[in-house]
């Protein structure tokens, strides 16, 4: 059984959120401040997932994101946000959460979120043995593991899957909704802008130079394409 942290103040959307992952079949912890998600993440011997709200006082959200990549690195991560809070919410995309989730939100889209991020974790675990490479990249499916020239890139689930989408289909114009549909799953909230945001991240860890891009160029009014 999956288990996830939900780290969330507001005790009302914590139990809403608690209720719809535990009747979906989860297992759940629950914290409603930041020394809670750490006493509880100090508690677990695993953990598939989390779901850090931006709007919990006083709690630096961030750094419990990189405690949780640390302690569990191909955990998915999904940051709530109100609207206000978005600039903070591309800030966590860009510390390593797979996906923002806006407030309010219905139960079936925080469990479908959730759910997509797993179980692409575990598609990507059925191709065991194959290797993925192109220049001086090497991905590794069965230690979900990327190289680079011999050097290990952390990369969140959500970036993996990016990464692995563009190397089975090297040279080829991927559109955003393309993107989303593998990384995240078809969904009828899908926000093509969490595609750019990793795009962007994923240039800072892979490219020489992220302003000149070389192997994920953009292909405008499209999306993009991974350069072999």
């Not at 959500?158 to 692995?164: D, H, L, N």
Request: charged share 25%; aromatic share 8%.
């Amino acid at each position: 059984m999956s288990r996830i942290l939900i780290l969330e103040s507001d005790a009302y959307i914590r139990a809403f959120a608690v209720g719809a992952l535990r009747r979906a079949g989860f297992d759940t912890v629950e914290a409603a401040t930041q020394q809670e998600a750490v006493d509880q993440l100090a508690g677990l011997d695993e953990l598939s997932g989390a779901v850090l709200s931006l709007s919990t006082p006083d709690a630096d959200v961030f750094a419990i994101c990189e405690q949780i990549r640390l302690q569990q690195s191909d955990a998915a991560i999904l940051v709530l946000a109100t609207d206000a809070e978005q600039t903070d919410a591309v800030t966590g995309l860009m510390t390593g959460a797979d996906e923002c989730l806006r407030k309010p939100f219905a139960p079936s889209e925080l469990v479908g979120r959730l759910r997509s991020l797993l179980e692409n974790e575990r598609d990507a675990g059925a191709v065991a043995d194959q290797l993925l490479s192109s220049g001086p990249f090497l991905l590794d499916t069965r230690a979900y593991s990327l190289e680079k020239l011999g050097q290990t890139i952390a990369l969140t689930r959500a970036e993996y899957s990016m990464v692995k989408f563009f190397l089975e289909n090297p040279d080829k114009a991927l559109s955003r909704q393309e993107i989303f549909d593998y990384v995240w799953g078809k969904d009828e909230y899908a926000d093509l802008k969490m595609v750019e945001q990793k795009i962007r991240h994923l240039r800072l860890k892979l490219e020489d130079d992220p302003q000149k891009p070389v192997y994920i160029t953009t292909v405008w009014g499209y999306g993009y394409q991974w350069n072999s």
